[in-house]
């Protein structure tokens, strides 16, 4: 019986998958870890590009000069850079005008009870006003057991992207009369 048992402890056949075994929860955990941060801060970066890009339109007066609906031409500026990774529908637009660059210290973001950004509206305003555009989107993680490990028991984290402009002076006077 002595034999067999020191034949036992000495023999390692299988010791590399009972020693994977022991790792195998935690190496997935990070690896999932890492690929949800990945298209977190993948999605954060779409939503700061996205809200530049549409900023453009109302800084050269396009979106205030449009036939159509402002939000909307905004929406979809917006959204055609950012379908990849986040659902447009669920991006909250907020474009004030301020008198001067110092109320924006005074205008601060409004959120809901679920800590959401709520918008205050929606006012491209003219030529040569300065504009406070904030754009909030919740990111929610993709797979079930890392969110809640990293972004608390709902999984979800809030972007914000806020831009303070000027618009160009688009409105000019007739040179000729």
Known sequence: MKRFLKKWIKNEDAATAIEFSL???PFFML???IM???LMYASASLLEGATDSAARLIRTGQVQQTEGDPETMFRDAMCNFVNVLIDCNDVVIEVQTMDSYDDFASMAPVFDSDGNMVSQGFN???SNDRILIRVGYRYQMKTPLVGPLLNGPDGGTLFMSTIVLQTEPYEFEDAGA
Do not use: K, R, T, Y
């Open 23 to 25: 790792v195998a929860i």
């Open 31 to 33: 690896c999932l870890g």
């Open 36 to 38: 949800e941060l990945s």
């Open 124 to 126: 491209a305003g003219g």
